[in-house]
């Protein structure tokens, strides 16, 4: 409705063309809106589409796995079930002591390279630098299968080829603290440089004002800073190598008995429940969900913990 | 002015700043080019040890490592053709669901749920990215392929009445089992990345459209998708990878069978699963053929992920200067 306010004054072009075009969307409204309306549906049915079978997961965890917990379930060996008594099954004591051993020496190792590396690639722009973060990133998409690969070659059989005897050569606790170690370092890298990178400048600047050098200044200034970011990355890491089964698959040697000795063959609860789910014994096969319950548990305490302690630390700090 | 405030506060910070002694910063590079020429010497001898175990397969049967189409250990024949195929197949099946379900969601965590649901889902879909692949697999064995074997493959076969792609016989382990498991599994993947992709699209555009009489869906297909695609794209590649990398969970429920696949009712197998299942009693010529199996994976793999890489930087690096 074009009103001229001023008599005598040409209509003005754009005006018309607004008008044209209020006309178009006008007359289209209620196809367009009958359109989008159906399509926001649509996406809302995809969200649940996507989470339906996350959940359906869930619930046959805790369903089919809760009533395995028990003081036995964690405290005994793995037995294999006979004709007198089918459904001896055991425990899974040795899984989770392999687990943890496992684990904490590949940390112990994974943790100082990564934070070391992910230090140089936040105050380092040189070409190895880069060089470094594209290998990193490279090496962080690569299927864990080649690690594997990487530990047997080197630990398991590498070693005693070039005739060099040391302990935990051989199918070890070693060979998989080494596979998942390598695992886990491009991981840490690449979360505390991001971690390291987000101290804002003017901290980096008040120390080397101060006259400190950037050694003092890391070492003092950014790493404290980092700290809640770094422990992020540390448990992400972590959580994500504990699940791992592939680079242990025939590195570690999957014994039955509980060991707390790296040097000798180990088992661990993902290789655990690959090699159960797939045995022939129906009861065994059930009786993975009792570990698989128990390493999910794990794995997302490892995880939730990790964004909690953040959380907390960040507001700590204030 | 020998007594100048400039003097006293000297000193102070000579007092204070004793911990910055450090006569040079020597040990700090040295300390910090040690650590990381370590990590580039593991990557080194990672590369070379994989490539140097695969050595004598190429020597046994040159390219046709790659381009043959018998895998059998009874003839030390190795040809991986039928092998990529299982990988490649697999891989299409999860993504041809796991593209439209994961980018849906995505919209709809950020674009539709109210926020304090948005949260929740995403917090959820994080956690679900955590859950180890082991599990998935033993899911897709145990409760999956039960019911694939006695419903829905029947139903599928009854679609095309028993001719491709649905033929007989069920047996709940197959190529579509190993597929859906996988779609499962990158789902979670692909939404988180999308959705950082999409809601770094800044949001005085999605409103700027809204104030035109744009409607909903207008503005996320003419504004939102086109700003984000290359984001999109990024997870999407970083998926793939994964898909064609992921080892345990599809070697539980592929059948492993080193032939063609028929039909996507049939066993198959892939590079990875191939590597998992066959390495534990393989003859030494077989190693080194796994080994060249690994060497195919890691080039297909490394590439893909080169691609995602880029890709998201990319998009990120658009987003900071919108």
């Given amino acids: 409705m074009t009103t001229t306010m001023i008599e005598g004054v040409p209509p003005d072009p754009m005006l018309e063309r607004r008008e044209l075009i209020q006309q178009v969307a006008h007359r289209t409204l209620k196809r367009r809106m009958f359109v989008s309306k159906a399509v926001v549906a649509s996406l809302g049915a995809a969200l649940v589409a996507a989470l339906i079978p996350l959940f359906a997961i869930l619930f046959s965890l805790v369903q089919k796995g809760i009533h395995w917990w028990s003081i036995d ?7 294999f079930p006979s004709l007198i008594d089918p ?48 290998t990193a990133e490279i090496m962080t998409g690569l299927p864990s299968i080649l690690l594997g690969i990487f530990a047997y070659q080197m630990i398991v059989i590498g070693f005693h080829e070039w005739g060099i005897a040391l302990p935990g050569i051989g199918f070890s606790g070693i060979a998989g603290s080494f ?32 006259g400190a050098r950037k050694g003092v200044v890391a070492r003092k200034v950014i790493i404290p800073t980092a700290m809640p970011g770094l422990i992020t990355a540390v448990l992400l890491a972590l959580s994500r190598a504990v699940g791992e089964t592939a680079p242990i698959l025939w590195v570690i040697g999957a014994s039955t008995v509980t060991t707390w000795d790296p040097t000798h063959e180990m088992a661990s609860m993902p290789l655990q429940i690959f090699q159960s789910a797939t045995s022939p014994y129906t009861s065994l096969r059930e009786e993975t969900w009792g570990i698989a319950l128990t390493l999910v548990v794990v794995v997302l305490f490892i995880n939730l913990g990790s964004r909690l302690l953040a959380g907390w630390l960040q507001r700590e700090r204030r | 002015m020998s007594t100048t405030p400039l003097a006293v506060s000297d000193e102070l910070l000579t007092e204070k700043t004793k911990v910055f002694s450090v006569k040079s910063d020597f040990a700090h590079w040295s300390v910090l080019y040690g650590v990381s020429g370590l990590f580039a010497l593991i990557c080194v001898v990672f590369l070379l040890s994989v490539v140097v175990s695969s050595l004598p397969a190429w020597r046994h049967s040159g390219f046709s490592l790659i381009y043959g189409r018998v895998w059998s250990q009874a003839s030390d024949s190795f040809g991986a053709l039928p092998i990529i195929t299982g990988t490649l197949m697999t891989t299409a099946i999860a ?58 493959q029947p139903s599928l076969a009854d679609l095309t009445d028993h001719h491709f792609p649905f033929q007989p016989p069920f047996e709940g382990v197959s190529l579509l089992l190993a597929g859906c498991v996988l779609f499962i599994m990158i789902l979670p993947m692909i939404v988180a990345l999308s959705r950082d992709a999409i809601a770094v699209v800044p949001h005085d555009q999605f409103e700027g459209a809204l104030s035109v009489g744009a409607t909903k869906w207008q503005v996320l297909r003419k504004v939102v998708l086109p700003a984000a695609r290359t984001g999109i794209v990024g997870a999407v590649t970083l998926a793939t990878a994964r898909a064609l990398g992921e080892t345990v969970a599809v070697a ?35 190693v080194a053929a796994l080994g060249a199996l690994a060497v195919i994976l890691m080039v297909l793999t490394a590439f893909v992920n080169w691609i995602g890489r880029r890709l998201i930087r990319h998009s990120a690096a658009r987003a900071h200067f919108v």
């Fill in chain 1, 73 to 79: 379930f964690f405290t005994k060996t793995p037995q």
């Fill in chain 1, 87 to 134: 459904n001896a099954v055991g425990g899974i004591e040795n899984a989770l002591v392999g687990s943890l051993v496992i684990d904490g020496i590949a940390a112990l190792f994974a943790v100082p390279i990564g934070v070391i590396t992910g230090l140089f690639l936040a105050e380092s722009d040189s070409r190895l630098a880069n060089a470094l973060r594209s």
């Fill in chain 1, 179 to 210: 596979a998942i170690g390598i695992l886990m370092i491009p991981v840490i890298i690449k979360a505390s440089e991001t971690a390291l990178r987000s101290v804002p400048f003017t901290i980096r600047e008040a120390g080397l004002a101060l």
């Fill in chain 2, 95 to 152: 993504l041809v669901f796991a593209v439209p379900i994961g980018i849906g969601s995505a919209l709809a965590i950020v674009h539709v749920l109210p926020s304090r649901l948005r949260i929740f889902a995403s917090s959820l879909v994080e956690l679900l990215a955590a859950v180890p692949s082991v599990v998935y697999g033993l899911w897709g064995l145990l409760v999956l392929a039960p019911w694939f074997e006695q419903t829905v």
């Fill in chain 2, 252 to 286: 539980m429920v592929i059948g492993l069978n080193p032939l063609f696949p028929h039909s996507l009712f049939s066993t198959a197998s892939t590079l990875a699963s191939t590597i998992a299942l066959e390495f534990q009693d393989a003859t030494p010529l077989q």
